[in-house]
């Protein structure tokens, strides 16, 4: 299950509003061991494409030591589909690589933003419950 | 000295969980054949027949190797390698 606090699913849901038709990407980092997200991290889409996101690479190098350098960990990892659903896709699939963290998909692609949450681990997707809270207990 | 090379988590299984190991070599294909003396199996998650694998990238200190010169960008010692998975995807 993932737990995140309404201001963080906010901003993110936000991010993908404003990149519209684009896809929109980012990071939430949170203390290592810790499991809980914290710390928004909005990532350019090198792409810029309806379709497909990619994480610039220089600037995923100087979030990725920043993190490091603050022993933080990506807890979540969040893209937009603006004509899909909320589930991710064979592309998706193959790419992601972060085996403790939280895929988030946000779909923009109806009225109301969908907002899921996915493990990703050996091509195998696993959907989780998610948590909203107003802060962490 | 060595190149200090930076494994990130998913590739820890092939470095025994170090998040850092130590490797030699005159380029970064010559470094990643070390690596792949060392803690066999990880060449093949970083280079395929066509060079760098799309999954990830390599840094040498702070910059994206595929804006140097690739698999054959020169290393010296006390350079810092690390390798990220690229994150990607999207809906198609």
């Known amino acids: 299950m993932l737990t995140i606090s309404r201001e ?7 991010h993908a509003r404003a990149d519209h038709p684009d896809e929109a990407c980012g990071v939430v980092a949170g203390p290592e061991g810790s499991d809980r997200p914290e710390r928004f991290i909005r990532m350019d889409n090198a792409e810029r494409s309806p379709t497909f996101y990619r994480f610039d690479s220089q600037e995923q190098f100087r979030v990725w030591r920043d993190m490091d350098d603050r022993d933080e960990v990506p807890v979540v990892i969040y893209h937009s589909h603006t004509a899909t659903e909320a589930y991710p896709s064979r592309t998706d699939i193959s790419y ?15 009225d109301d933003p969908q907002f899921r949450s996915y493990r990703i681990l050996d091509g195998v997707v696993t959907e989780e419950d998610v948590k909203i809270v107003e802060a962490y207990g | 000295m060595a190149i200090e090379v930076r494994i990130p988590t998913i590739l820890r299984s092939y470095t025994g969980g170090a998040k850092a190991v130590d490797a030699s070599g005159a380029t970064l294909d010559e470094l990643i054949g070390d690596l792949e003396a060392r803690h066999p199996g990880l060449k093949e998650r970083l280079v395929d027949d066509s060079g760098l694998r799309r ?28 390798v990220l998975p690229a994150v990607a995807g999207g809906a198609r």
Do not use: K, M, Q, W
């Open chain 1, 8 to 14: 963080l699913v906010d901003a993110i849901v936000a």
């Open chain 1, 96 to 110: 992601a690589s972060e085996p403790d963290a939280h895929y988030v998909l946000v779909s923009t692609a109806f």
């Open chain 2, 55 to 82: 999954f990830v990238n390599v840094y040498l200190n702070d910059e994206d190797v595929r804006f140097l010169g690739g698999l054959g960008t020169p290393v010296a010692d006390g350079d810092t390698v690390t």
